[in-house]
């Protein structure tokens, strides 16, 4: 399996319109074969995927902590006070490890100490807020929970397979599902981000 070497660039705004990335460091990969850089997540520390591994950066580039699990773990990422890993079951680091969803690829986001979960075998999504478990499901074979993002109060679900992406409220609420005129085959809804007044849809 080829390995990745990861490069990370700082992005920043000119003239409040254009963007120019800056190449700050060439973070490489450790251990060889295991796809570096296959999931990033950005905060004050960086946290940077790989099968079977979460590698945890600190501000200046040192490797502080080195995260294993088995088969898909560190192919989702995500961080918030804590670390959160997807892949081969869903796991949350923090003062000790928790395992809040067992076996199943899964992918993750996280933000103001809620994780958001998505199964999107069978197109369920979980939603752990305080200690408070909410599912979220979809029809069989859309891919609902292919990809998860979450902001402050709304919470972006792609569901791939059925070419379509719905937007909730932080308590569940569904408040639109948007569809995109583009080819059956393009999958939108394969990637998702959410920032401020925007919603990005990848296809």
Not at 37 to 58: D, E, W
Not at 81 to 100: Q, R, T, Y
């Amino acid at each position: 399996m080829k390995s990745f070497g990861f490069i990370f660039g700082v992005v920043a705004a000119r003239d409040g319109l254009y963007y120019r990335i800056n190449l700050v460091q060439r973070l490489a990969p450790t251990e060889p074969g295991r796809q570096f850089g296959k999931a990033l997540a950005a905060g004050s520390t960086l946290v940077v995927g790989a099968t079977g591994v979460a590698y945890c950066y600190n501000e200046s580039w040192a490797l502080q902590h080195t995260l294993r699990g088995n088969g898909l773990f560190g192919a989702s990422v995500a961080l918030d006070d804590f670390i959160v890993v997807g892949g081969d079951g869903v796991f949350l680091f923090k003062d000790n490890v928790s395992e809040l969803v067992p076996a199943g690829m899964n992918v993750v986001a996280a933000a103001r100490d809620t994780v958001v979960v998505g199964a999107f075998a069978d197109s369920s999504v979980f939603i752990f807020d305080k200690g408070a478990v909410m599912t979220l499901n979809a029809t069989r074979g859309t891919f609902y929970g292919r990809a998860v993002a979450l902001d402050d109060d709304v919470l972006v679900v792609g569901a791939s397979f059925e070419g379509a992406c719905y937007v909730y409220s932080r308590d569940g609420t569904l408040m639109q599902r948007l569809v995109a005129n583009v080819s059956s085959t393009a999958q939108f809804g394969q990637a998702v981000a959410v920032s401020d007044s925007f919603i990005f849809v990848s296809a």
